[in-house]
């Protein structure tokens, strides 16, 4: 294995120039940290030794004139980052949506063309119908299961060792996924024993013939959907679990001493009062939906009547080579997620008061 | 509580087996692909995953040796010899010579044969042929084999994918590549977001409100918005395509998620601790490293946990940022895609790579679960 290593890292010096990307790496993150530290560092130094001693004849306006600055030399290189790599292409993705490169460099503005040009595009409607069944689905699906499983393990010994079985896809790759999954769905001829367990157990039932599952128009949607509620449960199972725990003994103890069946207890006294968890955990579910692209790309790229909206702006771009409609669909996809966006500034603002 | 209404052991059975079929179905995709990947190519193909689990039953048809194998024993014509292969762990519990009767004999038993002469087969496949005459024609007696053949299961996917310098589908290229993604991914915005969110969280200044927003707002911001522009910032500055472009990348993605954790975090801390500090004189720049920075160490690893699973785990920012042409730079994701392209029936290969690449992800999982769920009740519920 080190002789391996070593012979890697030869290789890269025969050819010179470039350097071993695991050096590379070792040597970004000693210049970042480094880097950043003698910022921080350099930074206050200077605004409190040079530019604003807290000495001499003004030393109380330098003191308040540097704890103006500070904030702002803490807040610098997140900001930037955060405005390069997340601010501005928004803005910068809805510009390309209004125009169009012109052959030979340079762009040109079209106005609302290239969402007109989508809008003609079935593919476009089919990714958008799709993407709906996936809100209604999975945030469904994954806070359904969640709670379930929420619920069961509370109160049994073993709990702590199930949840975490169920939690674990979550650390698991959507690509990895998909190949579990693909496994599951797999097919065989007929005359053959299946490996896939669906059809292993679809042919035990005494069906005729093995179904290819991901190849069945609008049904093939559900089981990828599948895959992405078998990730997120454990998501929701863990965040509702604590809001289960955070309940006050007191309102379930009255419902027992007042008769209420598990079920109740379960359905009009646990429930309600977990109603904005649950939310929580469906609105964060429901921006993963939106933004769902591996599963689609690995497991169908979107043939068979699978599409989603991701998986057609990723390939208007790197494969039609299409940047206008492709802004245009990230667009679309910025709209729908808009609203949960202004919801959860609203609430964060709620809570800063 | 439990007890009241005399439900109590209907229920707790119910529980107990609900979440018994719950968890099995949660884990038995997962264990399938990891059971395949130690299965060789004909086991994968032949059997479910979940038979292999268990001592199976096969019916084989073979064939002794060919009657030019005889030695003469006194007057005897004898031909001797194993039906199983070596080191084949199975176990014959029944045997024929005839295709219409193939279980017609138990071993040790002893069967005429139709040209003349006697066969007898033992449990572990060894058999003797006898006859007064040589034995004549040119190939040996066809023998069917009842067996009960042990789970078998092979480290040999793993030796290939890994450990094979002459397979160009190996993971372990991938493997480095990803590694070395991942980890200035991971520590490089954890450093930048501690200071954000220490003057986010502790320093009044005009405008931290709205900063707090937009830090809110840029958290659900889908990553398909920055593809674009950031691609055609990277050509236009020079970075290109590599390992420059997506650190950066992740580092900007990332750092919402983080400023926002560890802000929340640092909130909690108790005011006390710092006043006294400000009070003894103390930078800010100390109260920040000596006093904030370790205390925070539990909202730090939540991060981390979260940014390597992320950078780990991701395919999109890798494939527009970081894989060229040349495929040097492809990490797990990417490359498992590929394979689910080329070699999508191959099983043994396709399970292998896939547990390689879900391997790291899930034994940081398992060990520091505690903190990603610490993160996670961080981030989401308030």
């Known amino acids: 294995m080190l002789a391996r290593l070593l012979n890697h890292t030869a290789l890269f010096e025969l050819r010179g120039t470039i350097m071993h990307p695991a050096l590379q790496g070792l040597s970004i993150i000693i210049f970042g940290v480094t880097a950043c530290v003698a910022y921080f560092a350099l930074s206050n130094q200077i605004l409190d030794k040079v530019l604003f001693p807290p000495r001499g004849p003004h030393a109380g306006r330098n003191i308040n004139r540097a704890n103006l600055v500070r904030p702002w030399l803490f807040l610098c290189p997140a900001l930037c980052a955060v405005g390069v790599y997340l601010a501005y292409p928004v803005v910068e993705t809805l510009r390309l949506s209004l125009t169009e490169r012109v052959p030979g460099g340079g762009i040109q503005w079209v106005g609302l063309d290239n969402y007109i040009q989508m809008s003609k595009e079935p593919k476009f409607w089919e990714a958008l119908r799709n993407n709906m069944l996936w809100l209604l689905v999975v945030p469904a699906g994954a806070t359904g299961f969640g709670l379930l499983a929420a619920q069961l393990t509370d109160r049994i010994r073993w709990g702590n060792v199930a949840k975490s079985l169920i939690f674990m896809p979550m650390a698991i790759s959507f690509v990895g996924a998909s190949v579990i999954w693909k496994l599951v769905y797999d097919v065989r001829p007929a005359d053959q024993d299946q490996i896939g367990i669906f059809n292993a157990i679809y042919m035990f039932m005494g069906g005729e013939a093995p179904l290819t599952w991901l190849t069945m128009p609008v049904w093939n949607n559900f089981f990828l959907m599948l895959v992405l509620i078998w990730i997120q449960t454990g998501f929701a199972m863990v965040i509702l679990s604590a809001a289960l725990r955070g309940i006050p003994e007191e309102t379930v103890e009255a419902a027992i001493v007042d008769g209420a069946s598990p079920m109740q207890i379960f359905f009009k006294i646990k429930v309600p009062q977990i109603k904005t968890t649950i939310l929580v955990v469906w609105t964060t579910i429901t921006i993963t939906v939106l933004k769902v692209f591996d599963i689609v790309f690995t497991m169908t790229n979107g043939q068979w009547e699978t599409q989603v909206l991701a998986n057609y702006m990723f390939d208007k771009l790197f494969r039609a080579n299409d940047w206008g409609v492709g802004s245009a669909a990230a667009i679309v996809i910025m709209i729908l997620v808009l609203p949960i966006l202004v919801w959860n500034v609203r609430n964060a603002r709620k809570e800063m008061r | 509580m439990d007890n009241i209404a005399g439900t109590k052991s209907t229920l707790t059975w119910v529980t107990h087996i609900s979440v018994v079929i719950l968890v099995a179905l949660w884990v038995f995709p997962t264990l399938g692909l990891f059971v395949s990947s130690f299965r060789t190519t004909d086991q994968i193909a032949s059997s479910g995953w979940w038979k292999s689990l268990f001592p ?319 993160g996670l009740l961080a981030g989401s519920v308030k």
């Open chain 2, 56 to 374: 199976s039953e096969q019916t084989m048809t073979l064939r002794t040796a060919s009657p030019d194998t005889q030695v003469q024993e006194g007057p005897l014509f004898v031909i001797e010899g194993n039906l199983l292969d070596e080191g084949q762990d199975a176990t014959i519990h029944s045997w024929g010579i005839s295709s219409r009767a193939v279980d017609a004999f138990v071993p040790g038993e002893v069967a005429e044969l139709r040209k003349g002469g006697t066969i007898t087969v033992m449990a572990n496949g060894r058999y003797r042929m006898e006859h007064s005459a040589a034995f004549i024609g040119s190939r040996g007696q066809r023998v069917f084999l009842g067996t009960t053949v042990a789970p078998e299961f092979t480290l040999n996917n793993y030796r290939n994918i890994l450990f094979d310098p002459d397979n160009i589908e190996g993971m372990s290229q991938a493997f480095f590549s990803t590694l070395t993604v991942t980890i200035p991914a991971t520590i490089i915005p954890i450093l930048v977001a501690a200071f954000a969110a220490y003057a986010l969280a502790w320093m009044e200044f005009p405008g931290r409100a709205l900063l707090v927003a937009a830090i809110v707002a840029l958290l659900v911001v889908p990553l398909q918005l920055a593809l674009i522009p950031l691609l055609k910032l990277h050509l236009g500055i020079g970075i290109g395509k590599g390992y420059m472009g997506v650190w950066l990348a992740h580092t900007g993605f990332g750092l919402p998620l983080a400023i926002y954790l560890l802000r929340n975090y640092m909130v909690g801390l108790p005011r006390d601790i710092i006043e006294n500090a400000r009070v003894d004189g103390a930078t800010e720049y100390q109260i920040f490293t000596r006093i904030i920075l370790p205390l925070s160490f539990p909202a730090l690893a939540s991060f981390a946990i979260f940014q390597f699973l992320w950078t780990w785990n991701d395919l999109l920012v890798a494939k527009v940022f970081l894989v060229d042409a040349t495929g040097e730079t492809t990490v797990m994701t990417q490359k498992l895609v590929e394979l689910l392209g080329t070699r999508g029936g191959n099983w043994e290969i396709l399970a292998t790579s896939a547990f390689i690449s879900i391997a790291v992800p899930l034994a940081v999982f398992f060990t520091l679960q505690r903190y990603l769920v610490r």
